[in-house]
């Protein structure tokens, strides 16, 4: 049933949405941050519709256009409009250099295929090549929240671990029920709008939104 | 071997040109005239015609340097496929060709060391540095393309890739491109790795090693690093973009293939010059940020390369 021409696609999206996890990795500017976390979305909503296409499920379709309608514009303009509005400094900060931060989620990627590979010879899915990279996807997310110093950029980790998650799922089941998927994004939506506003309240308290100040006591 | 030998004279004839057209669109780009796109021929040889003077306080390697330099860069050409696929094989495959290069660098950060100057010995200091991302780089993509081909043998990956139509492109093709186009970059000392056009202390690189050569020597060194960049181009053209090379010796596939590479040099020193007139040298201790990205991205194009 599958021709080459999807798969090619499939591979192609999977590939960008690697691409974007490293490029978020190496990225030193908050606005590339929000920018490489739409293309992703974009990457991933596209890799969604090319499966309804291919697996004939309507509702994936919904899915992937709800996927780049909020992730991919939505979301991103909200934490760019905030981040705007709060003045932050425009660099990310990292805790871990940008070279041994890149040479980590290397590190990650090829854990993730290791850690797959067994699983991914017993999957019938034309997708399941997917599933290594939405494990590295997944871990190079973890790895964003815990590396990166403000709120918002660790607000953008968890949102990157979500794409990761979106796409093992796709890659392993051809979606979740279409329930299941309307409740995730809605979490998502819910999960940033509160990070963001929580974010804007840290900033108001301690004049920064340095996640690791957060630990000195204050009256 | 006929056809090798004209391979590699026309790659050795043709480098001034591509450095001069590089010039040329940098000086369009900048809004000037600028000189000839022949201008690097009467730089080479003006400098063929000019006593070289020596430092007493070098050794032999000082002296070695340009000439090991200019041997291994046509090796090289020998052994990279330009308009025509074949190749001389029977010297070896494209890891011989990568160590050839690591050969000259050698070399040239011995030579910039020999003579004792300290702006030798910064360059030769940066451009190990630079060296130590860039070659596993490019060893790294390059192994894509092997993989991908099933062949290390430079000349038949870019028959394979080129005979078989669309079903080998894959992902990790781009991946690893783009990780040896980043690495051409900085072996051949353009922007954002090195300013060629500067003599600027606290920046250069590859101008701070051959700072001490002159004459002769200068010429030799000079164009051994104008071909280098040729190969790199030509090894871009033929094996991430083989299109158009010529499989089989005769007159019809040649004049396609000759077409086809020069058009692709043509579109590469375009790309280079519009980088180097849209971007600022980076900053010394950034570089290794850059070189991590690419150095990532061809380690992403081998690992692609299993999982999908």
């Not at chain 1, 997310?141 to 979106?166: D, Q, Y």
């Not at chain 2, 003579?115 to 390059?142: H, K």
């Not at chain 2, 499989?247 to 086809?260: K, P, T």
């Not at chain 2, 991205?297 to 390369?305: D, G």
């Amino acid at each position: 049933m599958q021709d080459s021409l999807s798969l090619d696609l499939v591979d192609t999206f999977a590939a960008i949405i690697l691409l974007t996890d490293f490029m978020l990795v190496a990225s030193g500017r908050m606005r590339s941050l929000t920018r490489l976390f739409a293309i992703q979305s974009l990457a991933l909503g596209g890799l969604a519709a090319v499966v309804a296409f291919e697996t004939k499920a309507e509702n994936i379709y919904i899915i992937a256009v709800l996927s780049v309608a909020l992730k991919a514009i939505v979301i991103p303009r909200f934490i760019d409009y905030t981040t705007e509005k709060i003045q932050v400094k425009k660099e990310v900060e990292p805790l871990i250099k940008i070279p041994g931060s890149l040479l980590i989620c290397a590190a990650l990627a090829l854990l993730a295929y290791y850690v797959t590979e067994p699983i991914m010879d017993l999957g019938t899915a034309i997708t399941g090549n997917c599933l290594a990279i939405s494990f590295a996807t997944v871990l190079i997310g973890l790895f964003l929240m815990v590396s990166r110093r403000k709120a918002i950029t660790e607000a953008i980790g968890l949102l990157v671990v979500e794409n990761g998650v979106f796409l093992a799922a796709i890659a392993m089941t051809y979606s979740m029920p279409m329930i299941v998927e309307l409740g995730v994004f809605f979490d998502v939506f819910v999960g940033v709008v509160i990070m963001v506003v929580f974010a804007f309240r840290i900033n108001r308290t301690f004049d920064s939104i340095d996640a690791t100040s957060l630990r000195g006591l204050k009256d | 071997m006929l056809i090798e030998v004209l391979q590699m004279l026309l790659i050795l004839a043709i480098a001034p040109l591509v450095t001069g057209l590089i010039r040329k669109f940098k000086a369009f780009f900048q809004g000037r005239q600028g000189p000839s796109m022949l201008q690097p021929y009467r730089d080479l040889a003006k400098l063929f015609r000019k006593d070289s003077v020596v430092s007493k306080d070098t050794s032999w390697i000082f002296m070695a340097a340009p000439y090991v330099c200019m041997t291994a860069v046509i090796t090289a050409a020998l052994m990279v496929p330009f308009f025509t696929s074949t190749s001389a094989n029977f010297l070896g495959d494209l890891i011989v060709v990568v160590y050839l290069f690591g050969m000259m660098r050698f070399f040239l950060a011995l030579s910039g060391l020999d003579a004792g100057s300290s702006f030798g010995g910064m360059g030769s200091s940066r451009e190990m540095t630079v060296s130590v991302l860039v070659e596993p780089t490019i060893l790294l993509s390059i192994f894509t393309m092997a993989l991908i081909t099933g062949t290390t043998v430079l000349g038949q990956i870019s028959e394979s890739l080129a005979t078989s139509g669309l079903d080998l492109v894959r992902p990790a093709l781009f991946l690893a491109f783009a990780a040896f186009f980043i690495s051409t970059l900085a072996e051949n000392a353009r922007v954002p790795v090195d300013n060629p056009a500067t003599h600027l202390e606290l920046t250069m690189i590859h101008e701070a090693m051959i700072l001490e050569h002159s004459g002769k020597q200068l010429a030799l060194m000079e164009w051994s690093s104008m071909t280098k960049l040729v190969l790199y181009m030509a090894l871009m053209a033929n094996i991430f973009f083989p299109w158009g090379i010529a499989i089989e010796i005769s007159a019809v596939a040649i004049g396609i293939g000759l077409l086809a590479v020069l058009i692709k040099i043509f579109l590469f020193a375009l790309a280079i010059a519009v980088i180097e007139s849209s971007m600022a040298k980076m900053r010394l201790f950034r570089l290794p940020n850059l070189l991590t990205v690419s150095f990532t991205l061809s380690l992403l194009a081998v690992v692609s390369f299993y999982i999908l």
